[in-house]
């Protein structure tokens, strides 16, 4: 039988950022209220996933990343039940984290539209907030990286098909 869709998960990049034994995160408008997430979002067309985290941490934080590692890649799966007008979700994502390092948030660079504000939290803030998280890889990315799991950036590698499609004719 010919299928006519295929599944796909939605990928996305996050950006692990400890200090002083805090993790940087921020709290965003979502359908369900407030939530706390990683700095993370969707890898955008044309972009390699280190240039979408770099991207994502800046718009969401205002802050310079630098990313010195890939903490690791995660499946997961929301599914959001239909409200009023709005109909059900079954989402899966495939998240890519890297840890790494900012700066200080960048002068008149605003915070990207419904992240409300940053935080600094410790693991047991992050993990008493856990009914306030985005997804459970929020905790789950910390924890790995609180384990010490570290992968080399070029462990992800992207192809320059993706910059300059090749066109086969």
């Not at 990683?38 to 969401?60: F, I, K, M, W």
């Not at 205002?62 to 903490?71: E, K, L, M």
Request: proline share 9%; aromatic share 6%.
């Amino acid at each position: 039988m010919l299928h006519t869709s295929r599944w796909s998960p939605s990928v996305t990049v996050a950006a692990l950022i400890e200090h002083g034994g805090r993790y940087l995160l921020v709290e965003e408008e979502t359908p369900e209220g407030l939530r706390l997430n990683n700095p993370a979002g969707h890898l955008d067309p044309e972009e390699s996933p280190l240039q979408g985290v770099v991207r994502e941490a800046l718009e969401e934080t205002a802050r310079a990343f630098t990313p010195i590692a890939v903490v690791g890649v995660y499946l997961s799966r929301f599914v959001r039940p239909a409200r009023g007008q709005q109909p059900a979700e079954d989402v899966s994502y495939l998240r890519i984290a890297f840890c790494g390092t900012v700066g200080e948030p960048l002068p008149g660079r605003a915070l990207d539209t419904g992240i409300e504000r940053t935080l600094w939290l410790t693991p047991d803030e992050i993990r008493a907030s856990r009914a306030r998280h985005r997804s459970p890889l929020v905790l789950r990315c910390i924890e790995d990286h609180l384990a010490g799991r570290r992968h080399p950036l070029d462990l992800i590698v992207t192809d320059p098909s993706v910059y300059t499609p090749e066109i086969k004719g």
